[in-house]
């Protein structure tokens, strides 16, 4: 990681905004992805002038190729969505390091961070949402259970006793379990806190569809991308539009953030004996 205070503080502020849009409007403004990488990017290529240190050039440019790569599997494996996923990318000049290797030590540690930021903080955020609408929401989670079926809680019961004959039928029994179980919660909570009926005036682009539309012969479908600026035009006219509002992803980014600057050093001393 480039140690300039500058950088710390230009990030920091940065992803504090991109925290606030994502809250109020489930969105990152991609203004501010490009603002913090240009203004991080020149800062670089002026310090490397001032220096004389060509050789930050290719660091980077390996930085900017891993992470536009790791961004893309991300977005297209629906792990992140595009604003997420802009702002990961946005932030590869902090990660640059002062050779090759460090420079990607510090993006797989960051991405561990933002992993596990976003585990806790997905699962805190799940249950304020739960205990605020629990009545409802075990509502949709008995209904759930029950459009599961009962053959795949028999499944699970059936291969966490044949545990005994082998111990890897426990697992599987106890894997499925879990998945059916959080499979249901989650759909229950998302049919509770997360969908909301809009009017077609009030979409933006990137509102994702509970299910898809049909205007006039053109079927709009409710896809990852989210509605584009075609499909709103076309919604415009419509009373009522059934959205979903995904998690605001963007505070782990900022826990991931403070984590990465308080202990990589920590770390990377510590599994591999340099900082």
């Not at 009030?202 to 205007?215: A, I, M, T």
């Not at 479908?221 to 076309?234: H, Q, T, V």
Request: aromatic share 22%; glycine share 8%.
């Amino acid at each position: 990681m480039i140690e300039f205070g500058f950088l710390f503080w230009l990030f920091f502020i940065g992803i504090v905004v991109a925290v606030l849009q994502d809250l109020k409007r489930r969105e990152v403004d991609d203004w501010l992805n490009l603002f913090l990488l240009v203004v991080s990017f020149s800062f670089v290529v002026f310090r490397a002038i001032f220096e004389g240190d060509s050789s930050v050039f290719f660091r980077v440019g390996f930085a900017l190729v891993f992470l536009f790569v790791i961004v893309n599997v991300f977005y297209y494996g629906h792990v992140f969505a595009g604003g997420d996923a802009n702002l990961l990318f946005a932030m590869t000049i902090f990660f640059v390091g002062a050779s090759f290797y460090l420079t990607l030590v510090n993006i797989v540690i960051f991405i561990l961070f933002l992993m596990v930021a976003g585990s806790v903080y997905g699962s805190v955020y799940s249950l304020v949402l739960y205990f605020k609408d629990f009545r409802k929401v075990n509502k949709e989670i008995i209904y759930g259970v029950k459009k599961l079926g009962i053959w795949s809680w028999i499944l699970s019961l059936v291969l966490v006793l044949a545990g005994f004959l082998n111990f890897i039928f426990f697992f599987f029994g106890i894997f499925l379990f879990f998945f059916f179980g959080f499979y249901v919660f989650a759909k229950g909570l998302e049919v509770v806190s997360m969908v909301r009926i809009v009017s077609g005036k009030d979409l933006r682009e990137g509102d994702w569809l509970v299910d898809d539309v049909k205007v006039g012969k053109k079927i709009i479908k409710a896809d990852w991308d989210g509605l584009s600026s075609e499909n709103i035009e076309l919604l415009r006219n419509k009373k009522k539009v059934k959205i979903k509002e995904g998690l605001p992803f963007v505070p782990a980014f900022l826990i991931a953030f403070l984590s990465y600057v308080f202990l990589r050093g920590w770390l990377i001393s510590f599994f591999f004996g340099f900082n």
